[in-house]
């Protein structure tokens, strides 16, 4: 037919709120899903709040960031899908792990149970969002 298209010819624009879906559930769902299986309270509240919400925080942050930017000759645009991916992931982490010290170090003495844990929250859910946003950023990029 005329002016037809496959649906896997089509590339998906970057749509910031359609890419906030996957990064805030998929952290969220599997600590939850963790937390169901120990029958932690705890971590079933964690993955609700400081896991998905942190992993849904940097998630818009690095949406923002790369929409906004609309780099042409940078290297996470020529750089192979995977590398750009890797090389984000491990970015995030360092900056969740970076985060954690900062807000540790900020309330050492804190009465919130949540904040034991958010030297492993942080780190752990800033590399799931940052991962999932350049992949899928990366993939409505034309070669």
């Not at 899903?33 to 896991?51: E, H, M, P, S």
């Not at 804190?110 to 929250?121: K, N, R, V």
């Amino acid at each position: 037919m005329y002016g037809a298209q496959s649906s896997r010819s089509r590339k998906q624009s970057f749509v910031l709120w359609r890419e906030l879906i996957p990064a805030y559930l998929a952290p969220a769902i599997m600590a939850g899903i963790g937390g169901i299986i120990t029958a932690d309270k705890v971590l079933q509240i964690r993955a609700l709040t400081t896991i998905g919400g942190s992993s849904l925080l940097i998630a818009f942050c690095m949406g923002l960031w790369l929409r906004t930017r609309r780099p042409h000759n940078q290297w996470f645009v020529r750089a192979p899908r995977l590398f750009v991916t890797l090389a984000f992931a491990l970015g995030g982490a360092l900056f969740g792990l970076l985060a954690a010290w900062g807000i540790t170090t900020l309330l050492p003495n804190s009465p919130y149970l949540w904040l034991g844990q958010i030297g492993f929250d942080l780190p752990i859910s800033s590399a799931i969002a940052c991962t999932t946003m350049s992949w899928r950023w990366r993939g409505t990029l034309s070669k």
